[in-house]
């Protein structure tokens, strides 16, 4: 991990903890998993907002007034809202994304779930994505959900990283593999 990346995610880790420290201590856990889906879609949807968090340009003001027109208009609960306020005092939105990442983490961990990240040539039924985490499931002992996504590129099979395990039963992996070991023979 470069430099920057590794001192924006432990600033984030630091907000993320204090954050769930503190909707933990208010039984707010469910309130706050429901702010961090609606601010991770409106990060995803809104290249304006994007912008607000991560350019210079803009002030600690203009960062602090848009950031609580964002908490009033998806009605954020009062910690997460008085967070975002003070990450924008203290100029640091722009680690809003990892932020979300963190919590997410930090309120599966409390539920004992493991997040599974799935790449599959196609899209998975939901019959393969039960199974596949009934499977996932008996080798961790904890409840997984996959984030799955399709990469037709594999050619056939899955790509599974559960934590800093990664399976790789793709057509293209074995392909890579048998041109590496056809190299070396000849």
């Known amino acids: 991990m470069s430099e920057p990346a590794s001192i924006s995610s432990g600033i984030a880790q630091r907000y993320a903890t ?20 609606a601010l991770d879609a409106a990060l995803q949807g809104s290249a304006d907002l994007r912008d607000v968090i991560a350019s210079p340009i ?8 848009a950031i609580a027109a964002v908490a009033r208009a998806m009605n954020l609960s009062p910690v997460l809202a008085n967070t975002l306020s003070l990450m924008a005092s203290k100029r640091r939105l722009f680690v809003l994304p990892q932020l979300v990442v963190a919590l997410r983490e930090m309120i599966a961990a409390d539920r004992g779930e493991v997040t599974a990240e799935v790449t599959s040539a196609t899209a998975l039924s939901p019959e393969q994505s039960a199974k596949l ?10 409840e997984v959900k996959l984030k799955t996504a399709v990469d037709e590129t594999l050619i056939g099979g899955l790509v599974v990283k559960l934590g800093s395990t990664m399976i790789d039963t793709s057509i293209r992996s074995k392909l890579a593999a048998l041109q ?6 000849g």
């Open 18 to 37: 204090a954050v769930f420290e503190l909707a933990k201590d208010a039984n707010s856990v469910p309130q706050l998993e429901s702010d961090l889906d």
């Open 58 to 65: 803009y002030s600690r003001e203009d960062q602090g007034a």
């Open 133 to 142: 985490s009934e499977v996932l499931k008996s080798r961790v002992g904890k």
């Open 180 to 185: 590496n070991a056809m190299k070396e023979v």
